[in-house]
Each structure stands twice: as structure tokens, then as C-alpha cells.
């Protein structure tokens, strides 16, 4: 167990769905991570929130959105979904912006139909 | 902004030999991580390095930064089954997110 707390672990859905995924940050960490991995993009890097703030986007789609709470769990919301969106998508959660480690969650995998 | 090249990409080796992966950034590194992923399976952390010249082992696998060249290695040493997966390398620019590299397959036949 990494401490990083990812839900659900699989979720199957069709396509123009809307879904929530949930990431609870190790005890400590302040920074979540989102990342989206598929065969062809391998991982890549889609928001990171610090404290409940939005610090960094990367390759994240409009149809994507996320937040941090203050209890700092963070959700991954995904919307209009597309076929293409089937992946696994994972949190990660580190201290101080990064610098002392990151640690990933077992990650949620995707299947829109 | 930087990206990681990972090679070679695929590595078939039998049990028993000596491997290495490599990690080449596009920008200067100032922290280099290694994780290893079974396939559909969360990154388990194995090594971060943060100077150049640093090296650090943990059990049979040795990772070294060599700043000047923005590259780091992995190196297994007698491979076995239980080192099989896919091994990735990310960075990081001060406090931002992980970038990663593509990834390396690494399988091992007994």
C-alpha cells in the first residue's frame, strides 16, 4: 500500500457519460497529481493541485476538470466522454511541490463504450 | 518544455545478464526519478537522483545521473524474472509535475 488511495479501480461506461474519479494523497502531502496513461500517449501529466489550488495544466482536455478539497482529496471529473478516453488514470501525491518524492496510487482504469 | 527519451524501448534478456536502460532529458535535470510498473499495475518508486554523479543501489539495480550529459542509467544486475515490467524515468523542474519518459519493457526468460 503507497498511502495514495485511488477510487473505484475499475469503471466501465458509454460514451457522452459524465464520471468522478476520487484520490485521497498520502497523510502529509499536499500536492495531487493527475496523470493519464493509454498504450499510444504512455503518461502523461494533466493537472496538479497544491493545497486546494490549482498550481500546473498540462495536455488536460476542456471536458476534464478537477479540485482539491480541504481535507486535500482531490476528484478527477471527466466528461462527454469519448472511446478515446479509456485509460487508466492515476494520482499521485508528494510533499513540499515535488521536490522530496512523488507517490502513485494504484490508479483507476477506464472503459468508455 | 522537456522531454525524456527512454531506450532502448523493448529488452528481451535471459536470466542471469546484465541490463541497462537509458533516460536522456532534452533539458538540464534536476531530479530524476526511476519507477518500475507491471503492466496495468500502479509505478512503484525505486530510485531518485538529484546530483550530478550521484548513483544509489537498491538491491540489483544501480541508477546514475550524469548531469553533464542530462542522462541517467539504470543498470540491473543478473536479471531475473521478478525484474520484468516496464521501467520508467521522470523529472521534474523544481517542485512541478513529473514529466516521464515513454517507458522501457524489459522481459526476462528463465
Known amino acids: 500500500d503507497s498511502g495514495v488511495t485511488q477510487t473505484p479501480k475499475h469503471l466501465i461506461t458509454a460514451t457522452g457519460q459524465r464520471v468522478t474519479l476520487r484520490c485521497s494523497p498520502r497523510?502529509?502531502?499536499?500536492?495531487v497529481y493527475w496523470y493519464q496513461q493509454s498504450l499510444d500517449q504512455g503518461l502523461q501529466f494533466l493537472i496538479h493541485y497544491y493545497n486546494g489550488e490549482e498550481r500546473a495544466k498540462g495536455n488536460i482536455l476542456e471536458r476534464f476538470s478537477a479540485q482539491q478539497f480541504p481535507d486535500l482529496h482531490s476528484e478527477l471529473n471527466l466528461s462527454s466522454l469519448e472511446l478515446g478516453d479509456s485509460a487508466l488514470y492515476f494520482c499521485?501525491?508528494?510533499?513540499?511541490?515535488?521536490?522530496?518524492?512523488?507517490?502513485f496510487g494504484s490508479g483507476t482504469r477506464l472503459t468508455v463504450v | 518544455s522537456q522531454e525524456l527519451e527512454q531506450s532502448p524501448q523493448s529488452l528481451i534478456v535471459q536470466e542471469g545478464k546484465n541490463l541497462t536502460i537509458n533516460c536522456t532529458s532534452s533539458k538540464t535535470l534536476y531530479g530524476l526519478y526511476w519507477y518500475k510498473q507491471k503492466y496495468g499495475e500502479g509505478l512503484i518508486f525505486l530510485m531518485m537522483l538529484q546530483k550530478g554523479g550521484e548513483e544509489k543501489s537498491h538491491e540489483k539495480i544501480t541508477a546514475k545521473l550524469d548531469e553533464k550529459k542530462q542522462q541517467s542509467s539504470l543498470h540491473i544486475t543478473a536479471s531475473q524474472p521478478s525484474h520484468a515490467g516496464i521501467y520508467l524515468c521522470?523529472?521534474?523542474?523544481?517542485?512541478?509535475?513529473?514529466?516521464f519518459g515513454k517507458g522501457t519493457t524489459l522481459s526476462v526468460s528463465s
Open positions: 497523510s502529509g502531502d499536499l500536492s
Open positions: 499521485a501525491s508528494s510533499n513540499r511541490g515535488g521536490g522530496y518524492g512523488y507517490t
Open positions: 521522470g523529472a521534474s523542474q523544481a517542485g512541478t509535475a513529473l514529466i
